[in-house]
């Protein structure tokens, strides 16, 4: 089975278009929770085709773009180059961050941090590399408290994604940034990247799942208890299944 890296190599041109990947509400809701504050250095972690990094263009001066994937960082400064910015790029997993330590203002990662293999570990290096009352910033996908609609939709990602690892639930991430030493300033869970849902087929297409893996998650989503859809957001649309990318945004600062 490919790495996360290899896998991210070959389909890299699918999320420099993904309409999940390039804005999102959480995308937009991470610029209102920092609205006033001085972010002039970015550090954008496993930064795929580098869209949250390069949000900030206009008010950060510096950025920079980690991933293990030569290929998305080759795409994250192709964008950074299309819209007239320099970006600092470094091939590198978020678990070891070859970056001297308080860099930056805001150090995040978006739609990534499921793939981490210590998650633990990767937030403590973003703690590591962030500013005395900088911050570190994550969205991501939203495990469910639910065990068993928890695992439903774990299998449903492992499906999506073989090198998926773990969408955590939002009071796991809690959990993670109180160990990491931040102080919790945003925690918003049962959030949604495209909150009208994007059908199955889109769903796979943007992960190049593969016809087989697409037809083993409609088979299951036909299968399953309507109020277990519910609970996952889940919904359906002339007999096409919509997935609502469902995430948690969570911010927390760095203090002395």
């Known amino acids: 089975m490919d790495t996360s890296s290899e896998r991210f190599n070959k389909i890299t041109s699918n999320f420099v278009t993904s309409e999940v990947h390039k804005s999102s509400p959480t995308l937009a809701r991470l610029h209102e929770l920092l609205h006033g ?17 390069l949000s900030f263009i206009g ?3 510096r950025f920079v773009a980690v991933d293990p994937a030569p290929n998305m960082l080759a795409a994250a400064s192709l964008l ?29 990662s978006r739609l990534a941090p499921h793939h981490f293999h210590d998650v633990c570990a990767a937030v403590g290096e973003m703690v590591r590399v962030t500013k005395r009352h900088g911050v570190v910033a994550v969205i991501d996908l939203e495990g469910n408290e639910d065990k068993g609609y928890d695992d439903f939709n774990h299998q449903l990602e ?4 073989p090198t998926h690892v773990r969408s955590y639930t939002a009071n796991r991430w809690r959990r993670i940034f109180q ?14 990247e495209r909150p009208a849902g994007v059908p199955v087929k889109r769903w796979c297409e943007i992960a190049s799942s593969g016809e087989v893996a697409e037809q083993e998650i409609n088979r299951l989503l036909r299968h399953a208890d309507r109020v277990m859809l519910d609970a996952l957001g889940i ?3 002339d007999e096409v299944f919509l997935m609502p990318i469902r995430t948690v945004l969570i911010l927390g600062s760095k203090r002395d």
């Open 179 to 192: 160990e990491a030493g931040l102080v919790i300033e945003a925690f918003e869970p049962e959030m949604s």
């Open 235 to 237: 919904g359906k649309s």
């Open 59 to 61: 008010s950060a001066s």
């Open 37 to 53: 504050s001085k972010i002039k250095t970015v550090c954008d972690v496993a930064c795929g085709a580098g869209h949250l990094g």
């Open 158 to 161: 492992i499906l999506h994604d």
């Open 80 to 108: 950074a180059q299309e819209k007239g910015v320099a970006l600092e790029v470094h091939n590198s997993a978020a678990e070891n961050l070859p970056l001297a330590d308080e860099e930056f203002d805001l150090t995040a």
